[in-house]
């Protein structure tokens, strides 16, 4: 049974720091590519950020340069470190599975001004 469990989220101040964790069981985990995802009250989830199996990156324009993907195999657990924290990137965070149905239960993000 394949399981996604998301930590780290929680309520910041604009321009401060979280970074979330998404700890992954029931897949050979280094052979997939992930990612995280977010949806905000009233809007569309929307895709923040990918890693490939092999490390490359993308991201959302909305995020670039702000946000950090990342993967430790040895432990089964994809980062989003985010930084500069701004109103809009309040939501819930979702990490996945690339090329599978696997989701997350989603981390509460809160940005206060």
């Known amino acids: 049974q394949v399981q996604l469990v998301e930590s780290g989220g929680g309520l910041v101040q604009v321009g401060g720091s979280l970074r979330l964790s998404c700890a992954a069981s029931?897949?050979?985990?280094?052979?997939?590519?992930l990612g995280w995802s977010r949806q905000a009250p009233g809007k569309q989830r929307e895709l923040v950020a990918t890693?490939?199996?092999?490390?490359?990156?993308g991201y959302a324009d909305s995020v670039k340069g702000r946000f950090t993907i990342s993967r430790d195999n040895a432990k089964n657990t994809v980062y989003l470190q985010m930084t500069s924290l701004k109103p809009e990137d309040t939501a819930v965070y979702y990490c996945?599975?690339?090329?599978?149905?696997?989701w997350g239960q989603g981390a509460q993000v809160t940005v206060s001004s």
């Open positions: 029931g897949i050979i985990f280094s052979t997939y590519g």
């Open positions: 890693i490939t199996s092999r490390g490359s990156t």
């Open positions: 996945w599975v690339s090329g599978a149905d696997y």
